[in-house]
């Protein structure tokens, strides 16, 4: 089991940043995990990919509504993977989740059912 704990949201103006960090423990650790992920769900939508992390390549993907604002980062010391966002848009309020895969990948899975584990979410607001 990977238990997955998000943090950092929280409601930042249009143009802000947030970091969110997404820390894993459990019996098996970050280290079984292939990929990491974050994704984000607004209300009435479904969830969507926003980036994700290749553990053994250090490879990374990002959605294309985010590319070039958003940032994804993995501390192994820490077991953490780190979302950092700036230039936020309204559009970018929404829950955000962390998730987990832990069987082999070759590239990193956009789609939800591709990904182990999901943390609880953490709500990210963007005023305008």
């Known amino acids: 089991q990977v238990q997955l704990v998000e943090s950092g949201g929280g409601l930042v103006q249009v143009g802000g940043s947030l970091r969110l960090s997404c820390t894993a423990s459990?019996?098996?650790?970050?280290?079984?995990?292939?990929?990491m992920g974050w994704f984000r769900q607004a209300p009435g939508k479904e969830r969507e990919f926003v980036a994700g992390?290749?553990?053994?390549?250090?490879?990374?993907l990002y959605a294309d509504s985010v590319k070039g604002r958003f940032t994804i980062s993995r501390d192994n010391a820490k077991n953490t993977v780190d979302l950092q966002m700036n230039s936020l848009k309204s559009e970018d309020t929404a829950v955000y989740y962390c998730?987990?895969?832990?069987?082999?990948?070759?590239?990193?899975?956009?789609?939800?059912?591709?990904?182990?584990?999901w943390g609880q979410g953490t709500q990210v607001t963007v005023s305008s």
């Open positions: 459990g019996r098996t650790v970050s280290s079984r995990t292939m990929a």
């Open positions: 998730a987990a895969r832990i069987d082999y990948v070759l590239k990193i899975p956009t789609a939800t059912p591709a990904y182990n584990y």
């Open positions: 992390i290749n553990n053994i390549t250090a490879r990374t």
